[in-house]
């Protein structure tokens, strides 16, 4: 039975509340693989104020294996230093391929080591985890990969489990390769928030909340809404404000990632190759002009509403524009939820979020990947993993768990978040 068209043949949902149903999701084939890429000690590259390289290659790993299933539709979710991506098995040896070249440019260009691991979904099934998904129409460009069923977390537990005899996690090749990054950009200033701050949050969903999965997180998406206001209201980026940059050290990461060699010639000529495109955009969308079928006065819209600033892969993550006092609200719930066992949280403070872009055609299909100025969803994801292992976690609540939901609430959890 071919299953390649899995992901494409999925209806999309039309509203963010409806990824909290259960009922809106579809079992991945068997026969598919989960795949999952982190920074190894991410969080002392960000002390060392690294966070852009990390949201980078984070990117970089989504774009490889984009690039390698070209026709083929497949779900994956950005995840600030990695991502979690699904794919079919006609796709896995150029993927394999691809991430393995992905390590050595990692290592070789920003001596980060980037952890790659490609899980069987059978593997995880017979764990008697789910791995199911569901997309969402964000915009005309763009539908999210959306997971539930707590497999995605379980294998990235599995990639994660120490050791070298890991037979999950693929090792660095002595052997020189190539990957494909085409269609990844990286050239837009940080934004500054509209208002006081930028906030990073990951919730996950502790236990049954009154009796029905995913009712903790359809709870704290209307709290969100009704202390902020719509989505429109703490969207990080607004239409008008992102802003193109023409400074060397911001442009010379992409340069690093995507000019032909690493001779001086080859990144002097890709780096003034990007400043000039740059340029013209700048002056294409200022004068708001019609080339071809491409209308630059309106991209700056299009590009807002093709980001990913809300998300959700067995945790719900979003990055969100408000205030000081809104945000002291919205963790006063967050807190009372989490005593009573129903969730568990982490955040991270900001004045200004960072995007990197996948784009294919600036008119048509594109993503641009949202998280957090100096650590953001990483950050957060640390925060989260201290706080469930605090004393005040309410102990009575918890032991009321069954034996797989206390594993999925403690072990997934330092599992997903090992190495932070």
């Given at each position: 039975m071919l299953t390649e068209t899995f992901y494409a043949d999925l209806a999309p949902l039309k509203q963010f509340l409806e990824i909290t149903k259960p009922e809106n999701f579809r079992s991945v084939p068997n026969d598919w693989y989960v795949v999952v890429t982190d920074?190894?000690?991410?969080?002392?590259?960000?002390?060392?104020?690294?966070?852009k390289d990390i949201n980078l290659l984070g990117a970089c790993s989504i774009i490889a294996v984009l690039?390698?299933?070209?026709?083929?539709?497949?779900?994956?979710?950005f995840g600030g230093d990695g991502a979690s991506i699904v794919i079919p098995p006609t796709l896995y040896a150029g993927t394999k391929k691809a991430l393995l070249s992905l390590q050595q440019l990692a290592q070789l260009e920003f001596d980060l080591t980037l952890?790659?691991?490609i899980v069987p979904v059978a593997d995880v099934t017979?764990?008697?985890?789910?791995?199911?998904?569901?997309?969402?129409?964000?915009?005309?460009?763009?539908?999210?990969?959306?997971?539930?069923?707590?497999?995605?977390?379980?294998?990235?537990?599995?990639?994660?489990?120490?050791?070298?005899?890991?037979?999950?996690?693929?090792?660095?090749?002595?052997?020189?390769?190539?990957?494909?990054?085409?269609?990844l950009e990286c050239r837009w200033q940080d934004i500054p928030t509209?208002?006081?701050?930028?906030?990073?949050?990951?919730?996950?969903?502790?236990?049954?909340?009154?009796?029905?999965?995913?009712?903790?997180?359809?709870?704290?998406?209307?709290?969100?809404?009704?202390?902020?206001?719509?989505?429109?209201?703490?969207?990080p980026v607004v239409a008008n404000e992102p802003n193109l940059t023409f400074q060397t050290k911001h442009l010379i990461k992409e340069t690093k990632l995507r000019s032909k060699s690493n001779s001086w010639f080859h990144r002097t000529a890709y780096l003034w190759k990007i400043k000039l495109e740059n340029f013209l955009g700048l002056i294409f969308m200022k004068f708001k002009l019609k080339i071809g079928d491409m209308d630059w006065?309106?991209?700056?819209?299009?590009?807002?509403?093709?980001?990913?600033?809300?998300?959700?892969?067995d945790m719900l993550r979003m990055v969100i524009s408000?205030?000081?006092?809104?945000?002291?609200?919205?963790?006063?719930?967050?807190?009372?939820?989490y005593k009573a066992g129903h969730l568990v949280y982490g955040t991270h403070v900001s004045d200004r979020a960072l995007m990197t872009c996948l784009v294919f055609e600036h008119n048509g299909p594109q993503v641009h990947f949202i998280d957090g100025a100096d650590?953001?969803?990483?950050?957060?994801?640390?925060?989260?993993?201290?706080?469930?292992?605090?004393?005040?976690?309410n102990w009575s609540s918890y032991v009321s768990l069954n034996r797989r939901q206390k594993r999925s609430a403690s072990k997934a959890l330092d599992g997903k978040l090992r190495a932070e």
């Open positions: 920074i190894v000690e991410s969080t002392k590259a960000i002390e060392e104020g690294r966070y690039n390698v299933a070209r026709k083929i539709e497949i779900p994956f979710v952890r790659v691991g017979a764990a008697n985890y789910a791995v199911k998904a569901t997309k969402l129409k964000v915009s005309e460009n763009y539908s999210q990969a959306v997971f539930m069923g707590g497999g995605m977390t379980y294998a990235t537990e599995l990639v994660k489990a120490p050791g070298e005899a890991n037979i999950y996690r693929l090792h660095q090749s002595d052997a020189v390769l190539d990957v494909d990054l085409s269609g509209k208002h006081e701050e930028i906030l990073s949050l990951i919730i996950m969903e502790t236990g049954q909340h009154l009796g029905k999965a995913g009712a903790a997180y359809q709870n704290v998406i209307k709290q969100i809404e009704k202390i902020y206001g719509n989505d429109l209201s703490y969207h006065g309106g991209y700056k819209k299009v590009l807002t509403e093709a980001t990913d600033y809300r998300k959700f892969d408000g205030t000081k006092l809104q945000r002291e609200q919205l963790i006063n719930y967050l807190e009372e939820q650590g953001g969803y990483t950050l957060a994801a640390k925060a989260m993993k201290a706080r469930m292992h605090r004393k005040v976690l």
